[in-house]
């Protein structure tokens, strides 16, 4: 049972940051039920990173709501090639939207981080408590402490301001729209084309990166829409909140079920010049269980939406 609806999104104008990429058009996809108005700008029409156009963007166009969706994201190879992209785009695109936000008198903003923001080494699954009690994962530390900034700046607007600004950490996710370039794509979407290819070359076996033994906690990008549309609506304090599915498997078993949904039979190698990264990033999601709100989509049917999801945009398929 949801607890209390505080903040009722109908007849509010809703700006989605970073709606054409795969979390942001599924926000738009969620929000298509909810009775308000989707503002969106794509990269064509407002740089984020140019705090004068955010500015003068949101004067223009005054949204009461604000996503933060836009990031510079990537899987672990881009992370750990391009530290200084990582740490300056996603510091520039959250400090401009979130001040933009409190400067244009925005009711509510949902501020979207990730799971890397934990220590490597947290207490499996990962309380929201554990932010910043440990080293952070080397091969993401930019844009952990990113994100970690944008939480602190939300909760900073809270307090200085009175503004009602809310933080949420997705965990690994995956779905339509993902960028499936298998040098910077993590590593769902890459195992889905890597399969396929397999499968349609008649190979005789797909290359994973790494050992395969490290843990993640995966979730389809229309949960993490609708559980975004339950958190704007259902909740308001300061701490950040964890947004997991509360299962997590083995990168070999991720390759194995991968395989099974493609129709890819042929073994699994291992490219052992690859980082494994962080060992685990199970998240304790119970702080949004309390609130009301559970996953909806299971891992072996969201592989397969994703799968179908692939195959209709092979067309234009962000590929190497
Ligand atoms: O998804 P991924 O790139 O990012 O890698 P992280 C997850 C695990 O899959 C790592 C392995 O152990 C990889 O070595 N893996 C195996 C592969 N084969 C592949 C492959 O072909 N491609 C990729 N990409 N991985 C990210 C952070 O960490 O998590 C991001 O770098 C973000 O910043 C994201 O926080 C949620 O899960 O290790």
Same mark, same amino acid.
């Given at each position: ?50 705090? @004068? ?9 005054? =949204?009461?709501?604000?996503?933060? /969706?836009? !990031? $510079?994201?990537? &899987? ?50 990962? @309380? ?9 994962? =080397?091969?993401?530390?930019?844009? /952990?402490? !990113? $994100?970690?900034? &944008? ?23 995956y779905g ?12 769902m979407?890459?195992l889905l ?25 995966f979730m389809h990008?229309?949960d ?21 599915s509360?299962e997590?498997v083995?990168?070999?078993e991720l390759s194995q079920l991968v395989a099974e949904v493609v129709g ?31 996953p909806k989509i299971g891992l072996k049917a969201g592989i397969g939406d994703a799968y179908r ?12």
């Open positions: 049972m949801a607890t209390d609806l505080l903040y009722d999104l109908r007849g509010r104008r809703v700006f989605i940051a970073g709606s054409r990429g795969m979390v942001g058009s599924a926000l738009v996809r969620r929000l298509a039920s909810e009775d308000c108005e989707v503002l969106t700008a794509g990269r064509d029409v407002l740089d984020l990173l140019d705090q @004068h156009a955010v500015r003068d963007w949101f004067a223009a166009e005054r =949204p009461d709501t604000v996503i933060v /969706a836009a !990031a $510079k994201v990537g &899987g672990i190879l881009a992370n750990d090639s391009l530290p200084a992209d990582f740490l300056y785009d996603n510091l520039m695109i959250e400090a401009n939207l979130i001040e933009a936000a409190h400067r244009f008198d925005a009711a509510k903003l949902l501020f979207l981080g990730s799971s890397c923001i934990y220590p490597k080494l947290a207490p499996q699954p990962i @309380h929201e408590d554990s932010l910043l009690t440990g080293p952070l994962e =080397p091969t993401n530390e930019w844009y /952990a402490i !990113a $994100k970690i900034a &944008g939480i602190k700046l939300a909760q900073a607007y809270r307090k200085q301001h009175g503004r009602d600004f809310i933080s949420g950490m997705p965990t690994n996710l339509p729209g993902d960028n499936f370039d298998l040098r910077s794509s993590h590593v979407p890459a084309r890597k399969a396929h290819e397999a499968k349609l070359n008649g190979a005789p076996s797909i290359e994973i990166w790494g050992t395969g033994t490290p843990r993640r906690e990008v229309d993490l829409a609708d559980a975004c549309v339950f958190l704007l609506k259902h909740y308001s304090d300061a701490p950040h909140v964890n947004i997991g509360g997590d083995t990168i070999a890819f039979m042929g073994g699994i190698e291992h490219d052992l010049s690859k980082p494994d990264g962080t060992p685990r990033k199970l998240m304790d999601s119970g702080r949004l269980a309390a609130l009301g709100w559970t999801a692939f195959l209709e945009a092979a067309d234009n398929v962000r590929c190497v």
